[in-house]
């Protein structure tokens, strides 16, 4: 990775950037929303499109010299449309938040009432949590999941009807199941609610077919960009074609300045990764790598929420051991994983401790783990939540992960 500018220039941040790149390379990432990008999407990111204002959209902007930024922007539209099979897309949300907050200003007034999953079951803060603009400025109604971690879609049909919303939210940061986006339709339908997908997690599962597609089922889809899709971090929206104009008004001029459009390059880059027949071995691989995880760690003897993954991800059930989720995302750390403690349901410890650590494996897929390589994860991942207090045994643990990491160079 070439930092000879930086060295020069900041020293300071060159050495984080690099010490950065060896945590890296050194670490098991099994944040579930996190992977490793392209070299051609970084390029792309560190281009000279970061010089560039271009508020509006293509060929109506309020900046002159857009001509290339023009070009670059509807290639990244339209890669977005074709890979998700959507009509119209927004390539300029900033975030995935953003692009949700786009979609509530495009179709709702403040106070309306929106449905979606609770954030403790596996929604996200942008979908009405309390003290996220969402629940803030809109009336939320909450579903969660059953005791088989699945949404139970008589409940959520339920609510619907005695609740009216507006808008409809499925797909979730913390959901291990295939969500059944027809089953969503039918009940929007039922009450005359808006459909909006989040499907931020598995954009590139639904970009490579490995998950069902939402784009028959839903008015909206809003994803994040850098989960298991591999681009740079930001949001896109996309929609049906008679929401087209307000959604971009709610972007812009309504949410946003000037769009990245360095970023929306990236975006552009890793749309076109996305359709590559590779891209969808890579997609089928993270599922595999995610259920010999799950395997693997029920194996060793410990807990998953709702059991077998169908998708990327996983919650570990760490109430049996008596641990939390904070003190244990903290112990893997130090064996060399990195994970984020994460709430199960009905969890007895506060979002600041929790029970439970979420595990996924788009990161590790990208490096090359195959499924013996995450048995192997999941046996160090037991071993060290099990003897947690005894520093040698971590230490080894530590030393497994590096060979495993050094079995899958990255950026070198
Ligand atoms: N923070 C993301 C996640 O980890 O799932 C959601 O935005």
Redesign the pocket.
Known sequence: MNLENIKRVDPEVAQQIELELQRQQETIEL???ENCTSLAVMEACGSVLTNKYAEGKPHKRYYNGCEYIDVIEEIAQKRACKLFNMEHANVQPHS?AQANMAVFMATMKPGDRVLSMDLSNGG?LSHGSPVNFSGLYFDVKSYGINDYGEIDYDNVLQLAKEHRPKLIICGA?NYSKIIDFKKFREIADEVGALLLADI??IAGLVAAGVHPSPSEYCDFVTT?THKSLRGPRGGIIMCKEQYANAIDKAVFPGLQGGPLEHIIAGKAVALLEASKPEFKEYAQQIVKNAKALAQGLIDEGMDIVGGMTENHLMTLDLRKTGKTGKDMANVLEKVGITA?KNTVPNDPQSPFVTSGIRLGTPAVTTRGFKQDDMIEVAKIIASAIFSSDNEIGLNNLRQRSLKLCNKYPLYS
């Open positions: 944040i579930a929303s995935g996200h940061s931020a997690h994040t984020n």
